[in-house]
């Protein structure tokens, strides 16, 4: 059984950083990509971001582009990202989630349950 868990949110001002990591397990990370989504209220599911173990590839939203980072560690079964300059707009329920095909733009078949992150403005 694939699990996803996330941690690492929390409640910042404008212009700090977080890193909220996912621990997964049940899944081989050499074949699977690792993605990041967010929810804000009221708002569509977006993607953030998605890094693949067996070739390095990692995609970003233009909105996060240059602020955020997205990075694994391979033995511990865990990747994380890395949010720097966070904005009011950032505020949103983040989840990990894995897939077999790298990319924002679809559908993944493994969630997390998710971590609230709250920027005031």
């Known amino acids: 059984e694939v699990q996803l868990v996330e941690s690492g949110g929390g409640l910042l001002q404008a212009g700090g950083s977080l890193r909220p990591t996912c621990e997964f397990s049940?899944?081989?990370?050499?074949?699977?990509?690792i993605a990041w989504f967010r929810q804000a209220p009221g708002k569509e599911r977006e993607g953030v971001s998605c890094?693949?173990?067996?070739?390095?590839?990692?995609y970003y939203a233009d909105y996060v582009k240059g602020r955020f980072t997205i990075s694994s560690d391979n033995a511990k079964n865990t990747v994380y990202l890395q949010m720097n300059s966070l904005r009011p707009e950032d505020t949103a329920f983040y989840y990990c989630a894995a897939d077999t095909l790298l990319g924002l733009g679809h559908e993944y078949v493994s969630w997390g349950q998710g971590t609230q992150l709250t920027v005031p403005s």
């Open positions: 049940g899944l081989t990370f050499h074949d699977h990509a």
């Open positions: 890094i693949s173990s067996s070739d390095g590839h990692t």
